[in-house]
């Protein structure tokens, strides 16, 4: 059975069960709040909620980010199958996971990712989900960076018709004409710095506000028109 897409929960190896209690504090949000954007995934926009970044482009769109670190598809989809998304109304998924994936082939992420979809749709039957393309990672060109440009293009192919499933790009101008990256963009040649948040997201702002201005006109119609 491929692990990527059997929800397990984090393992707690360091005794303080941080993630246990990221993953409650979450449930609690979903009951007090009422976001029209979820963020769920790993560490690319985890580390993205105190920037400037995340103050200018997605905290007016009303978003909660329900993303930790190190998650990979397997404990993103726990999240959901143990109430990360109860209680809850969101418009709009944003779903970003599998690049700590790193022991799983491009074809066992996809899977893990599709998987989480699945789950998504069946908690949330109205909602759009969207699924930023997997960043580049390392310096220079290397074997993973690959692979998540592989699990991109799966994930394009794979989710063609799907209803209100769309994936969004959102990794162009990382990869320098060298094939580096610079540590200006992603501070640790994993995560965004926020000048390389800038650079990158957007077009993923612009789509959400896409949707939500849709949603909104229609809900402003009246049958006559």
Known sequence: MNPCAVPTPVADVDGDKRWQSIHRRFISDCREKDPDVIFLG???????????????????????????????????????????????????????????NVNNSAAEVTEGVLACVKKIREKLPGAYILIPSLLPRGQQPNALRDKNAKVNEFIREQTKGMDR????????????????????DMFDYKNLTNTGAKKILEPLHDLLSQILNENELERDLTPSE
């Open 42 to 100: 790993d560490c690319i926009f985890e580390t993205l909620q105190d920037t400037e970044t995340w103050n200018q482009y997605f905290a007016p769109l009303h978003c909660l980010n329900f993303s930790i670190r190190d998650d990979c598809t397997e404990h993103v989809l726990w999240r959901i199958e143990n109430g990360a998304l109860d209680n809850v109304n969101p418009k709009i998924v944003v779903l970003h996971v599998g690049t700590n």
């Open 165 to 184: 499933v769309q994936t969004v790009t959102i990794d162009k101008g990382l990869v320098q004409g060298d094939g580096s990256i610079s540590h200006h």
